[in-house]
């Protein structure tokens, strides 16, 4: 969030992942080396859906059109997209707006691609700051909260609640 508030260029996510991970080690007195940082991060590249995503998206997929907004790299998205079964109508790296999700620019990018209005827009997260800045921009949200954690005081608050993909399935079909 940082990045995208300096007039600096983008820096990609690995990278602010690596800052960010580094950070938290040494905070923790942790003596990890950053070639085992690095391999920590590559694994971005190897992640899994959770199990009931798949049905959720083909179903969901049926009235509505998908779109992955994501911080994530370009060639990160690229590498964890087979991973999914369900085709997306498109998928949006934030790299693209040149700043990180909550900041208007990526929301703004998503709604001008498809040429929606922010209000044309169910964002669904599971993460707090990507739903506040979704929000502020004028779309609807639903939280997806697979743990149980509280939203938190935000003005911005979701529409909808849900513990997982099919319960959102069952809201918005």
């Known amino acids: ?10 820096t990609p996510f690995k990278e602010i992942s690596r800052r960010a991970l580094t950070y938290r080690v040494k905070r923790l007195g942790l003596d990890v080396s950053d070639e085992e940082v690095r391999d920590l991060i590559r694994q971005w590249k190897e992640l899994q859906p959770y199990p009931d995503v798949d049905a959720a998206l083909s179903d969901l997929g049926e009235e509505y059109t998908l779109v992955g907004l994501s911080n994530g790299d370009p060639d990160m998205l690229a590498a964890v997209r087979p991973n999914f079964k369900t085709d997306l109508d498109g ?32 964002f ?31 003005p911005y608050q979701p529409d909808v609640v849900v513990d997982d993909t099919g319960q959102l399935t069952e809201e918005l079909l």
């Open 91 to 122: 998928v949006i790296s934030v790299a693209e707006a040149g700043a990180y999700k909550p900041h208007r620019a990526s929301y703004d990018l998503c709604c001008e691609r498809f040429d929606v209005a922010p209000h044309e827009v169910m």
């Open 124 to 154: 669904v997260t599971a993460h707090t700051f990507d739903l506040v800045g979704a929000k502020a921009v004028g779309m609807r949200g639903a939280f997806l909260n697979r743990h149980a954690n509280p939203f938190g005081g935000w």
């Open 1 to 10: 969030m940082i990045d995208s508030l300096i007039p600096e260029p983008h």
